[in-house]
């Protein structure tokens, strides 16, 4: 005989298939980054290997979780309830841990990116390795030195040039560009005026507000996914009791009134019968 109320175990059920979603996603994300740097080289993208390992873990953890957890709701397990629901606790607390000092460190990042891309000016003679990541950027961004052209000293490389029909798309300008080929010359060439940091500037802080969306709305399924695995729990443990967030209270129905007749009742044969009063 079912314990749980079959209502609320469809709506566990369905936030259990949420949950393997999210996690499927997050290992589609984890295999396309993989991807997309499998070609790439530099100190950059090899700090990335963490980042892949995370989003590994984690989606498949979630994937996991959510199957446990449909599972013990459709047979109705309660061990395995029991199982998901500290789980639950667990995720919820790490995503908080995760969460609030990244929203902390979130006003903090334009400071601390500023302070890292100025320690490697200037662009002419910074390692090849930041030379390449910059022409990969500039090329990508169509922007030209961090903070400003100034950046490569009139030493500029062919990825920030701007080709005649973007002249109108991009913001270009018009430079003495300086070439070492047999000999040194100096050419008046177009280059793209806009700098690169504020550009990567902006796509930081969207990924943060995506990854602090992202911590939060985890842990908000894991606090949704508590409440609904302690009551399915709770009906295992008292299958007599009747669920209260699945009844309709009655201590508000009213009464039916009481009615009384406006005209008088007619007389009892007893007082039909007997003499009058006298006077």
């Not at 961090?146 to 991009?170: A, G, V």
């Not at 047999?182 to 930081?204: D, G, K, L």
Request: hydrophobic residues 45%; negative net charge.
């Amino acid at each position: 005989m079912a314990q749980i109320n079959s209502c609320l175990k469809r709506i566990f059920i369905g936030f259990n298939l949420l949950f393997a979603i999210i996690g499927v996603i997050l290992i589609s994300l984890a295999m396309l980054s993989q991807i997309v740097t499998s070609d790439e080289q530099g100190p950059v993208v090899e700090n990335r290997t963490t980042g892949l390992v995370v989003l590994y873990v984690v989606g498949a953890g979630t994937v996991l979780i959510a199957l446990l957890g449909a599972s013990g709701a459709y047979r109705e397990h309660k061990v395995s309830l029991i199982v998901f629901l500290v789980l639950m606790i667990i995720a919820a607390l790490l995503m908080i841990r995760a969460g609030v000092p990244s929203a902390i460190l979130r006003p903090q990042l334009e400071e601390i990116l500023e302070d890292r891309f100025r320690s490697l000016l200037p662009l002419n003679e910074a390692p090849p390795d930041v030379k390449s990541l910059a022409d990969k950027l500039q090329l990508q961004l169509h922007c030209c030195g961090l903070f400003s052209s100034d950046d490569w000293r009139n030493q500029f490389p062919d990825s920030c040039l701007c080709p005649p029909m973007e002249e109108e798309e991009y913001e270009c300008k018009r430079v003495l560009y300086e070439q070492f080929q047999f000999f040194s010359q100096v050419e008046s060439r177009s280059i793209y005026s806009r700098p690169c940091f504020p550009i990567i500037m902006y796509y930081s802080l969207l990924g943060a507000n995506i990854v602090i969306g992202f911590f939060f709305t985890l842990a908000s399924l894991a606090v949704l996914g508590m409440i609904l695995s302690s009551i399915m729990i709770h009906q295992l443990r008292h299958p007599e009791r009747t669920t209260v967030l699945f009844t309709v209270p009655t201590i508000f129905t009213p009464n039916l009134p009481k009615y009384q007749e406006l005209h008088n009742t007619p007389p009892k044969y007893e007082e039909l019968q007997s003499p009058p009063p006298a006077y």
